[in-house]
C-alpha cells in the first residue's frame, strides 16, 4: 500500500491543479565563450529565456578538479556575463553549471584559456605545512603579498623584503577553500589561486 500512495504522489507532482499533464521543460544548451580582456577573463554564455529558480555556477579547474569560484542567479535574460578578476599566468580550464529547481545540473563543456604574463608567482608548499614559499621577482620597496578569498576580501597580508626573491606566508587558521595569493606593488597586483583542504 506504502508502494501505492508514494507512486500516486510521483504522478500526481507531473500535473497541474486542474489535473492536466505539466508541460516538460524544453531542454537548452550552455553555450559559453571566453576571452582575455585586459587583467581579466570574461566568460560569456546563454541561458534559458525562463530559467525557473535556475542558478549558473562558475566553475575553475584547479589541480584536477572543479571549485565554484562564484555564482549568477538566474533572470529573465538570456545572456550572462562573469569576470574572474584574478587570472594569474598559465593556462586557466573553467565551465558553468546550471542548477535548476527539482532537475539534475547541466554543465557547459570545458573551456580553456592561456594566460600571459610577464610577472608570475611560484607557489611551493609540503603536503601538512601551515605556510607557503612564494617565489616572485625581486622585491622593491611597498610591496607585499597579500591572502585574499574567492569574494575579494582581504585575509593577511605578509610585507616582502626589499630585494628577495620569495616570502614565506603562514597560513594558520584559514578557511577551506579556494583562495588567491597576490603580489601587490604599484598600479598593479599579480595572483595566483591556491586552495586550502
Not at 15 to 32: E, Y
Not at 72 to 80: E, I, L, N
Not at 136 to 141: F, L, N, R
Not at 154 to 175: D, K, M, W
Request: proline fraction near 6%.
Amino acid at each position: 500500500m506504502q508502494f501505492i500512495f508514494v507512486l500516486l504522489l510521483a504522478l500526481a507532482s507531473r500535473h497541474d491543479d486542474t489535473g492536466m499533464r505539466k508541460p516538460a521543460p524544453a531542454p537548452f544548451t550552455l553555450n559559453v565563450s571566453i576571452s582575455q580582456e585586459g587583467a581579466t577573463v570574461k566568460l560569456r554564455w546563454r541561458g534559458p529565456m525562463n530559467p525557473q529558480g535556475c542558478c549558473f555556477t562558475i566553475e575553475r579547474k584547479l589541480n584536477g578538479r572543479f571549485y565554484t569560484i562564484d555564482s549568477v542567479t538566474g533572470s529573465g535574460s538570456q545572456d550572462y556575463i562573469y569576470t574572474e578578476k584574478y587570472p594569474s599566468a598559465g593556462t586557466h580550464v573553467y565551465r558553468i553549471r546550471c542548477l535548476q529547481k527539482g532537475q539534475t545540473s547541466l554543465n557547459s563543456d570545458e573551456k580553456s584559456i592561456n594566460i600571459s604574463a610577464a610577472d608570475r608567482l611560484i607557489v611551493s608548499g609540503s603536503p601538512g605545512s601551515s605556510s607557503l614559499v612564494v617565489f616572485h621577482t625581486i622585491a622593491g620597496q611597498h610591496e607585499r603579498i597579500v591572502l585574499f578569498n574567492k569574494k575579494d576580501q582581504e585575509i593577511n597580508s605578509y610585507q616582502v623584503i626589499p630585494g628577495r626573491t620569495f616570502t614565506t606566508v603562514s597560513l594558520p587558521g584559514v578557511a577551506p577553500g579556494l583562495h588567491y595569493l597576490g603580489l601587490v606593488r604599484p598600479g598593479t597586483v599579480i595572483y595566483y589561486p591556491i586552495v586550502i583542504d
